[in-house]
C-alpha cells in the first residue's frame, strides 16, 4: 500500500521504508488546532495500515517542532460542545501513534512545549537538537498537561519527578532532558545526520522483532494510557472553568506574568 497524504498543515513523505510526518504551521511555531490534530490522525492511521513503512519521523516544519496546542483556538472554545470533540481527537492522535505498529523517532527541531511535547514523548524515540527546549508548561495558564502527559512523564521519571517537572513547568535545555531520562539522544550539530543515522542503525536490524516487542508493551500499558487521557480530558474541563485559568490566558494575551489566587 502506498502513502500520499498531504494538507494544509500536515505533510507526509515516504523514502523507502520510513515516513517522515511534518507538522506544517510554521507561522504559529506548529501549535496544534483542530484540523491539524485531524490531519495527523488520518496520516498515522494511513501509515500504519502500510506494510511498505515501518519507521516513521515526526518532526515540525520552520523553527519549532509544536507549541502545543493552540491557544486562539482555545479562546473561542465556549463550552464543552466545542471542548470535549477537541480532547477526542487529540486522545484518538496519541493512541494511535503509542500503539501503531512502527518504529517512531520524535526529532525536535526547535521549542516542543505542552501539547506538542506530550506527542513527541508519545513516540518510541526522541532526538533533541543541541539548542533546542522542551517544556510542560500548562501550569502557567493554569491548566493540567493532557495528550497522556502524566502516563508518559510517570513512565519515564517515577510519580513524585513527574509531578516536580509538572509543577515548575520551566523550560529544559537538551542537556537537562537528557540527563533527567526524557530524551534519548541530543545532536549537537546536524539534526537530520542524527536522524539519518538512527534510521540507519533501526533498518540494519530485525525491524519485526523490535515492533513485537514495541505492540507487546503498548497492548499491556494500553488500559492505562486511555484511563490517564480520560481523567486528563475531565480534569482539564474542570480546570478551564477556574478563575486562575481565565487570568492565565488573559496574561498570555497581554504579554504579562499572570497574577493567580488558587481558585
Not at 497524504?5 to 496544534?32: D, H, I, Q, S
Not at 492522535?93 to 517512531?104: A, E, G
Not at 550539530?189 to 538512527?198: P, Q, S
Amino acid at each position: 500500500m502506498s502513502v500520499n497524504f498531504e494538507t494544509e498543515k500536515v505533510n507526509v513523505t515516504v523514502n523507502g521504508r520510513v515516513a517522515n510526518v511534518e507538522l506544517n504551521r510554521p507561522e504559529t511555531l506548529n501549535a496544534m488546532d483542530k484540523e491539524m490534530i485531524k490531519g495527523l490522525v488520518c496520516a498515522l492511521k494511513e501509515i500504519s495500515d502500510s506494510d511498505d513503512i515501518d519507521i516513521v519521523v515526526l518532526t515540525g516544519r520552520g523553527k519549532a517542532f509544536s507549541s502545543g496546542g493552540d491557544i486562539k483556538s482555545m479562546i473561542t472554545m465556549k463550552d464543552e460542545s466545542d471542548f470535549f470533540p477537541i480532547m477526542e481527537c487529540i486522545s484518538d492522535l496519541i493512541i494511535t501513534l503509542y500503539n501503531m505498529p512502527k518504529l517512531t523517532l520524535s526529532a525536535i527541531n526547535g521549542p516542543a512545549a505542552g501539547l506538542g511535547f506530550s506527542l513527541a514523548l508519545a513516540t518510541d524515540h526522541i532526538i533533541m537538537h543541541g539548542q533546542s527546549k522542551v517544556a510542560m508548561n500548562f501550569i502557567g495558564i493554569g491548566l493540567i498537561p493532557d495528550g497522556g502527559a502524566h502516563f508518559f512523564l510517570e513512565k519515564r521519571l517515577g510519580e513524585v519527578k513527574a509531578k516536580q517537572l509538572i509543577w515548575e513547568g520551566k523550560s529544559l535545555t537538551a542537556e537537562e532532558a537528557f540527563t533527567q531520562g526524557l530524551i534519548q539522544e541530543i545532536a549537537e550539530n546536524d539534526l537530520k545526520e542524527a536522524v539519518e543515522l538512527r534510521i540507519r542503525e533501526w533498518l540494519s536490524k530485525p525491524v519485526q522483532a523490535m515492533i513485537k516487542t514495541k505492540k507487546i508493551l503498548a497492548e499491556k500499558n494500553r488500559p492505562q494510557l486511555l484511563k490517564m487521557l480520560e481523567l486528563e480530558k475531565y480534569g482539564q474541563f474542570k480546570m478551564r472553568q477556574t478563575q486562575d485559568h481565565l487570568e492565565g490566558i488573559q496574561a498570555f494575551a497581554e504579554k504579562r506574568k499572570p497574577n493567580f489566587i488558587g481558585k
